[in-house]
C-alpha cells in the first residue's frame, strides 16, 4: 500500500485540527512499539494464517486453562453447597448467600488498582502473580469452618481474580483482529461451561471421601487451589508480554503480528497515562450503555450461577445427581457460548445475537414460576432451567463489544474498569435476589429476573442504535481516500480515529 501524499495527510491534519484533536496524536506510539512498526505493508493470506494459528497455540490455551481455573476456583462455593458446608460451617439465614456476594465486593474493590497495574505492568508477569496469589487463597479455604473467616478469604478471591478479564481483553487486542475476537471471546468465557463439567466431576469423586480427617469440602478447596498454584508457574514461563517481547517469534515475525493487528486501530500497548482519555470515557454514552448492559445480565447470572445446584436438587434429583448434572450444564452452556459467536460472526450482528439469546431463558423462567415441581415433571423442569442458561452468553458478546469498540489504551483502561465494576455490583446483588424465605421454588427471584429481562432488552436496543449512528457519522466526515490505517498504533480513542469503525 502506498504511504500517503503530504496533500493527503495535511487535508487529514487539517480535518483534525477542526476538532481540537491533533496535539493528542502528535506523541506517537511507544519506543517498543515504534521499533516493530512502519508504513503498512501488504501480508498475504498464507502468512497471516500462519501466523494466526502460532499465535492460537502459545496464546489461547494459556487464555483457555486461566478462565477454567477462576470459573472453577470462583464456583467452589456452589460444589460445596450440596457436600455440607452449610452445616459443617453452621451457615444460617442468607449467610450463605453472603459468600457468593463477598467475592464481587473483592472484585469490585480489585478493578480499579488491578486495571491500573495492568497498564503499567508486564501483562504475562502480571496475571501469573495473581494467579498464584488466587490459587494459595483457595487453598487456605480449606482452613476456614466459620462464616467469618470463609467471608475473609472470598473476599481476597475476588480481588485477585477480578484482573483476569481486563487482562484478556488486552491481550486480545494485542494479538488478535477485531474480527477474530468474538470466537476467542466466547471460547474462553464458555471455559465457565467446562468448569461445570469438570468440576461436577471433581465434586462427585471427592464427595466419596467419608470419614478422613477434614469434610468432603475441604478437599475440594485444597486439590484445587493447589492446581492453580502450580499452574501460575507456567503462565509466568509461557505467556508473553508483548507480541514485541515474545522469544517464540523471530524478529520478521514480530513486525508482521503487528501489521496484522493495524487495522483495529487501537495500538498495542502505552504506558502513558492520558487524562483527556479518562474523562472521554467517563462522558461517553457508549461506555455506559456497556456498562449497564453488563450490570443487568449479571444481576440474573450471578445468581444462576450460585444456586443452580440448589434449584435442580428441589426439582427431585438427589446431591450425587445433581452433581453429575452439572456436565449437562456445562456441555449447554459451552454450546450456546460458541453458538452465539460464530452466528454474530456469521451474520456481523452481534446485538441482534444478543436479542436472539434472550427468548429461550424467557421462555424457560416462566415455565419455572408457572409449574409446580413433582418427581413427575423433574425432567421438565430441568429443561426449563437450561432455557435460562442461554442467558449466560450475554456475558461473552458484551465483552467482545467492550473489546471491539473502544480504543486508546487509557480509555480502554477506564471503560474496562467500570464495566467489570459493574459486573462485579450485579455479581453482588445477583445471589440477595435469591431470599432463602423464598426457597425452595424461589419464585420472587424469578419474578425479579423476568423484569431484568426486560430492561435488557431495551438496553441492547439503544446501544445499537447509537454504534449506528456514530459509523454514519464517521462515514459522512470520512476525506475522499476513504478508510486508512495510518494512525494504527497511535494510542487515539474511537472518537479521535477518524479510521475506526464500531460493530454492531
Known sequence: MAAPSKEEIGHVEASLRTVGLLKHMEAAADDETAKYTGAPVDMDPATERRLFW?????ILPIMLVTYFCQSLDKGTIGLSSIMGIIEDANLQGQQYSWLGTILYIGILAGEYPQNYLLQKLPVGKFLACNVLLWGSVVACSAACTRFQTLMVVRFFLGFFESCVQPTFVIIQSMWFTRSEQTLLTSLWYCQTGVSLMLGGLIAFGVSHFENGPIYSWQLL???????????????AFLLPDSPMRAKCFTEDEKKLLLERVRKNEMGIQNKEYKRYQVVEALLDPLVWCLVSLILVANLVIGGLGVFSNLIISNFGFTVLQTQLLNIAQGALTICVMIGSAWLSEKWQQTCWTMLLW??????GTAVII???PTPSRAGGMLIAFYCTQFFLAQGNMIISLVSRNVAGRTKKGIALTATFIAWSVGNLIAPQIFQQKDAPRYITGFVVHL?????????????RFLLLRRNRQKEAAMSS????????FQDLTDRENPNFRYCY
Not at 502460532?54 to 502459545?58: E, I, T
Not at 478447596?221 to 503462565?235: H, K, Q
Not at 434472550?358 to 421462555?363: E, N, T, V, W
Request: hydrophobic share 55%; aromatic share 14%; net charge neutral.
Open 54 to 58: 502460532k499465535v492460537c497455540r502459545r
Open 221 to 235: 478447596f485444597l486439590v484445587l487451589g493447589l492446581a492453580t498454584v502450580f499452574w501460575s508457574g507456567w503462565i
Open 481 to 488: 481516500e476513504g478508510v486508512t490505517h495510518d494512525f494504527a
Open 358 to 363: 434472550s427468548i429461550p431463558p424467557i421462555i
Open 451 to 463: 423484569v431484568v429481562y426486560g430492561v435488557y432488552i431495551c438496553i441492547i436496543l439503544v446501544t
Open 370 to 372: 408457572a409449574v409446580e
